[in-house]
């Protein structure tokens, strides 16, 4: 028997749920989509929809299943081909392409869009596929990188391994204290270089040791998975990618449209926090500045004044849900005051 469904209220929208057996997630081979209640919810009325982190195609299905034609984007060629065969081409389109890539930004605009959304985790099959890196299990190389045909970071040529091998102590301190929230960044980031100065850095193990050298032997998993989720953003450049693309993709859609975001680091989160947040505002003066001299005009609405997050159901069955939150935006309409 089917479990009757139940509402759950966040924000202005009205959520129906209904609990997900464990089949369901062994029944999709590339990833269970995070929050596809919610995404339903967001998505209900879309004729023109952009998944702007395609993954397997999870989201997608449910963007075409609800009418959409969809423009499906995603920088990582295994999860283009995962969608294509999940999906097929009826009502989808496909491209290759980091979602901040002025060819994707060019795309998006010119696909005239009512719904953008984009989910900011790395997906269940790039962490089972040990070769990729993504993994802190024993023995996988120290890789991380998403693309394969674009240039910089996160392509071919910059991984995980060049991280811990060639950033000065200052630059590592930076990036374990701001994208895995490390109070003992600076420790760490003087033992990775002494470290290396013996052997180079090459597969998961190494790195793992120098996290337990500096964090002790209790150190574990939500350690590790910190750590190396601070690595993953480094390589691919996920934090400037986010800045840069907001703004272009929110110009992008048609009026009334919605975008959104799904993250998984409080970095991110505050990022579309803050960005939603000025978009909504009126004025945009300084905030010492007495009176209105900017005439600005809000540029839409917060739809999400707390983010949408997971249920525990929805975390025991596919605990890569547990740390996401999702956040929409609504672009002005004509006529909105």
Known sequence: MTPSPRPLLAGVFVFWSVPTAASDARS???HVPVLSAAVQAWAEGSRRAVDATLGGGGHAAILRGLG???LGIDRDPDAIAA???RLGTDAVEYLEASFAAPAALAAV????????????GVSSHQIDTAERGFTFRPGAPLDMRMGSQESGAGSRGFTARDVLNTWPTARLIALFSNYADERRARALAKEIVRRRLNAPFAISDDFVNAIRAVLGPRSGPPDFA???QALRIAVNQEIDSLVAALPALRDALVPGG?????TYHSGEDRI???EFRDWARDCICPPKQPICTCRGRALGRVLTKKPILPES???AVNPRARSAQFRVFEKAAPGDV
């Not at 919605?258 to 799904?262: A, D, E, F, T």
Request: glycine letters at 6%; hydrophobic letters at 45%.
């Open 28 to 30: 999709i081979p590339y």
């Open 68 to 70: 959409a034609q969809v």
């Open 83 to 85: 969608a294509r065969q």
């Open 109 to 120: 605009a010119e696909f005239h869009p009512d719904r953008i959304l984009l989910d900011l």
């Open 226 to 228: 910190r750590l190396f």
């Open 258 to 262: 919605r975008l959104g975001v799904i």
């Open 272 to 274: 579309v926090k803050n």
């Open 313 to 315: 159901g929805e975390s």
